[in-house]
Nanobody, 123 residues
């Protein structure tokens, strides 16, 4: 069992930055691929970014590539999402998730989820 708790969301202006954190507890955190997803009102949950257990392999949705950066701190059992140059289209509830398999870009690739944190970007 893995418990995930996101934090760091808020209301910001377009063009600014925000860093989300996700603290994990439970089973051995360092073994699992981790991902960030987001869901805007009336839309499906979509992939944002993912990072493998080895800190090296990362993947980003085209919409955030070059603006967002995912990282993890295994000793602190925490994964981060640094979001720069935010635009109103980034407004959503952001979720972190842990995969028990090889990770991926779909919600079905992840077994454990946090409760989400709201990010609102005003123009």
């Amino acid at each position: 069992q893995v418990q995930l708790v996101e934090s760091g969301g808020g209301v910001v202006q377009a063009g600014t930055s925000l860093r989300l954190s996700c603290a994990a507890s439970g089973r051995n955190f360092r073994n699992y691929p981790l991902g960030w997803f987001r869901q805007a009102p009336g839309k499906e949950r979509e992939f944002v970014a993912a990072i493998n257990w080895n800190y090296i392999t990362t993947d980003y949705a085209d919409s955030v590539k070059g603006r967002f950066a995912i990282s993890r701190d295994n000793p602190r059992s925490t994964v981060y999402l640094q979001m720069n140059s935010l635009v109103p289209e980034d407004t959503a509830v952001y979720y972190c998730a842990a995969s028990m398999t090889g990770g991926g870009r779909t919600p079905n690739d992840y077994k454990y989820w946090g409760q989400g944190t709201q990010v609102t970007v005003s123009s």
